[in-house]
């Protein structure tokens, strides 16, 4: 089967398109023919995290097929199946965290850049059938992260106010359809005009530039959740802008990983600070449950073959999606 691999040289350099030897379907494991697969920035880092001494790796973490092959012992799946890959693993239940163990598809265990996957059958689930092959295979990691830092961390509910700085990710995408879905109040900030302005045909309420004062942009609003993705660049506008009491909730740093806080400042203003990584297999299903109920669709930017891997990552890598991308496959 083709697939994208990484080997040989750390980062984008040691990326290769090339024939590989099919993945074997073992027991409690199906088989699945990848249609389509989500291209994340998590896919970026690995070339990095992926050292060279290390067996050559297939790279993704998101993607959706049909199931092709069982493995003994399955049951309650069909080949044929129309499904979506659940990139979490080892991380079954709702919990605070994710559990001891827990991993993401795509780096220890091969991913979805490829023709062929096979994963546990716990890790696959019925591809909502409102939703085209292109938006089912770019929608699993983003779409579950929005979900779990929205609902499970954030409490967000109908008629509160949240500000997603640098809108343009899939995660923030998703984050301004679900927030807007349950009646949320959505203020987007970016260096973009252009971003800024498809924000608001989504849906956003209000589009501030990035890099403008937000607290005198904001003089008029009650900001009660942040979802901070950006990092140094802006975390110190942010708890400038939530309300007294608010939360702010991270769940990466595109920008340096460090921030520095006024401790004085966040223990008077009584902040709450959240982190959020993924999700559970629940929050998963409910996630897939709250799409269909609500007719929701991923924004895809751009799709691109696998044997157009280089230009997909630097398409990724200079930030120039809005909404996800990633790759056709059969």
Same mark, same amino acid.
């Not at 991993?103 to 409102?130: C, M, R």
């Not at 252009?194 to 004062?213: F, R, Y």
């Given at each position: 089967?083709?697939?994208?691999?990484?080997?040989?040289?750390?980062?984008?350099?040691?990326?290769?398109?090339?024939?590989?030897?099919?993945?074997?379907?073992?027991?409690?494991?199906?088989?699945?023919?990848?249609?389509?697969?989500?291209?994340?920035?998590?896919?970026?880092?690995?070339?990095?995290?992926?050292?060279?001494?290390?067996?050559?790796?297939?790279?993704?973490?998101?993607?959706?097929?049909?199931?092709?092959?069982?493995?003994?012992?399955?049951?309650?799946?069909?080949?044929?199946?129309?499904?979506?890959?659940?990139?979490?693993?080892?991380?079954?239940?709702?919990?605070?965290?994710?559990?001891?163990?827990?991993?993401?598809?795509?780096?220890?265990?091969?991913?979805?850049?490829?023709?062929?996957?096979?994963?546990?059958?716990?890790?696959?689930?019925?591809?909502?059938?409102?939703?085209?092959?292109?938006?089912?295979?770019?929608?699993?990691?983003?779409?579950?992260?929005?979900?779990?830092?929205?609902?499970?961390?954030?409490?967000?509910?109908?008629?509160?106010?949240?500000?997603?700085?640098?809108?343009?990710?899939?995660?923030?995408?998703?984050?301004?359809?679900?927030?807007?879905?349950?009646?949320?109040?959505?203020?987007?900030?970016?260096?973009?005009?252009?971003?800024?302005?498809?924000?608001?045909?989504?849906?956003?309420?209000?589009?501030?530039?990035? /890099? @403008? &004062?937000?607290? *005198?942009?904001? +003089?008029?609003?009650?900001?009660?959740?942040?979802?901070?993705? #950006? !990092?140094?660049?802006?975390?110190?506008?942010?708890?400038?802008?939530?309300?007294?009491?608010?939360?702010?909730?991270?769940?990466?740093?595109?920008?340096?990983?460090?921030?520095?806080?006024?401790?004085?400042?966040?223990?008077?203003?009584?902040?709450?600070?959240?982190?959020?990584?993924?999700?559970?297999?629940?929050?998963?299903?409910?996630?897939?449950?709250?799409?269909?109920?609500?007719?929701?669709?991923?924004?895809?930017?751009?799709?691109?073959? /696998? @044997? &157009?891997?280089? *230009?997909?990552? +630097?398409?990724?890598?200079?930030?120039?999606?809005?909404?996800? #991308? !990633?790759?056709?496959?059969?």
């Amino acid at each position: 089967m083709k697939a994208i691999i990484h080997k040989e040289i750390e980062g984008l350099d040691g990326l290769h398109y090339e024939e590989c030897e099919a993945p074997h379907v073992d027991k409690g494991k199906v088989k699945v023919r990848l249609k389509t697969a989500g291209l994340n920035r998590r896919d970026l880092a690995v070339t990095s995290r992926h050292k060279i001494e290390q067996p050559p790796l297939i790279l993704g973490s998101d993607g959706a097929g049909v199931v092709e092959e069982l493995g003994e012992g399955v049951t309650g799946w069909s080949i044929g199946d129309e499904v979506v890959i659940n990139p979490g693993l080892g991380w079954k239940h709702n919990s605070d965290a994710p559990p001891q163990g827990f991993e993401i598809l795509g780096l220890p265990d091969d991913g979805t850049f490829a023709e062929y996957i096979v994963v546990s059958e716990e890790n696959i689930e019925k591809k909502p059938q409102h939703l085209s092959w292109e938006e089912a295979g770019v929608l699993p990691l983003a779409a579950l992260t929005a979900y779990r830092v929205l609902f499970t961390r954030a409490k967000v509910k109908e008629g509160d106010t949240v500000l997603l700085p640098g809108i343009g990710s899939g995660v923030l995408t998703f984050a301004l359809k679900f927030a807007k879905a349950i009646g949320a109040k959505v203020i987007v900030t970016s260096r973009s005009e252009e971003k800024l302005e498809t924000a608001k045909e989504l849906g956003a309420d209000l589009a501030i530039p990035t /890099l @403008s &004062d937000w607290e *005198e942009e904001l +003089a008029e609003e009650q900001v009660d959740v942040v979802v901070e993705s #950006i !990092g140094q660049a802006t975390f110190e506008k942010s708890l400038g802008v939530v309300k007294r009491g608010g939360t702010v909730v991270t769940f990466g740093a595109t920008t340096e990983d460090k921030v520095e806080i006024d401790i004085r400042k966040f223990f008077y203003g009584q902040y709450n600070l959240l982190g959020s990584t993924m999700g559970s297999r629940e929050e998963f299903q409910d996630m897939l449950a709250f799409i269909t109920n609500h007719s929701l669709t991923p924004e895809v930017d751009k799709m691109f073959a /696998l @044997s &157009d891997y280089q *230009e997909a990552f +630097a398409y990724i890598r200079d930030s120039k999606n809005f909404g996800k #991308i !990633g790759f056709t496959i059969g």
